[in-house]
């Protein structure tokens, strides 16, 4: 019994995972709200670099790794983020007008989806490949939507664990505020989760083959 409350102990991880998540998402809500929303890419990509390193079990004060991270990615973070808005805002657009006008044809809904499905892919990866690599906006974008071809089947698997999770967020008062609460950092471990082996991998193949991979932070420490 006494083993289960100690250090190494499930209820001791659990505990220190849930404060975590807690810490991360009170970051992105503190960091989104300064600039009043137009910083919701800096501090989407503050999370991503402190769930990167999450994830491989590297992370120390998360507060302190939170704002260094927000400070290096201002310059990219402000547009990447806007411009991620600006695209899904345009889908959303797309199902109210399917829904509100009347006899809306059916390829206006599939257009729906599929602009969803693009930016999905042209986004989803884009936010941990800017916490991780120095290059410029458009080729983070284009890059994450190869990386989104190329893995289909992880990236489908990403999305839906997205969902459901997101689903199961909304599903009382309770969820929702549990939601509120670590919701955030949720997603943004999924995605860290299923980016950095794809990370690993393709490091790894541009190196046999040759290849300049973009400069990996972990490697200057």
């Given at each position: 019994?006494?083993?289960?409350?100690?250090?190494?102990?499930?209820?001791?991880?659990?505990?220190?995972?849930i404060s975590s998540a807690?810490?991360?998402?009170?970051?992105?809500?503190?960091?989104?709200?300064?600039?009043?929303?137009?910083?919701?890419?800096?501090?989407?990509?503050?999370?991503?670099?402190?769930?990167?390193?999450?994830?491989?079990?590297?992370?120390?004060?998360?507060?302190?790794?939170?704002?260094?991270?927000?400070?290096?990615?201002?310059?990219?973070?402000?547009p990447l983020g806007i411009?991620?808005?600006?695209?899904?805002?345009?889908?959303?657009?797309?199902?109210?007008?399917?829904?509100?006008?009347?006899?809306?044809?059916?390829?206006?809904?599939?257009?729906?989806?599929?602009?969803?499905?693009?930016?999905?892919?042209?986004?989803?990866?884009?936010?941990?490949?800017?916490?991780?690599?120095?290059?410029?906006?458009?080729?983070?974008?284009?890059?994450?939507?190869?990386?989104?071809?190329?893995?289909?089947?992880?990236?489908?698997?990403?999305?839906?664990?997205?969902?459901?999770?997101?689903?199961?967020?909304?599903?009382?008062?309770?969820?929702?505020?549990?939601?509120?609460?670590?919701?955030?950092?949720?997603?943004?471990?999924?995605?860290?989760?299923?980016?950095?082996?794809?990370?690993r991998k393709i490091q790894?193949?541009?190196?046999?083959?040759?290849?300049?991979?973009?400069?990996?932070?972990?490697?200057?420490?």
């Amino acid at each position: 019994m006494m083993k289960a409350f100690s250090i190494d102990g499930p209820i001791y991880k659990f505990m220190t995972a849930i404060s975590s998540a807690f810490l991360l998402t009170l970051c992105w809500l503190v960091g989104t709200l300064i600039g009043l929303g137009t910083t919701i890419g800096v501090s989407t990509v503050a999370c991503c670099d402190v769930g990167l390193k999450m994830v491989e079990g590297k992370e120390g004060y998360i507060v302190r790794q939170y704002i260094q991270a927000y400070k290096k990615n201002l310059r990219q973070g402000i547009p990447l983020g806007i411009i991620a808005l600006v695209a899904f805002y345009t889908v959303y657009l797309d199902f109210e007008i399917f829904i509100k006008i009347e006899n809306a044809s059916i390829f206006l809904l599939m257009w729906g989806f599929l602009s969803c499905a693009i930016f999905f892919c042209c986004f989803v990866y884009a936010f941990p490949l800017c916490a991780r690599y120095e290059n410029t906006l458009m080729n983070t974008i284009k890059n994450s939507f190869r990386i989104s071809i190329r893995y289909y089947g992880r990236t489908v698997l990403m999305a839906i664990c997205i969902v459901v999770v997101i689903l199961a967020f909304q599903w009382n008062l309770t969820t929702m505020l549990i939601g509120l609460i670590i919701g955030p950092a949720a997603i943004v471990t999924i995605i860290c989760g299923f980016s950095m082996p794809i990370f690993r991998k393709i490091q790894k193949q541009n190196t046999e083959d040759g290849v300049e991979t973009y400069r990996d932070e972990d490697s200057d420490q």
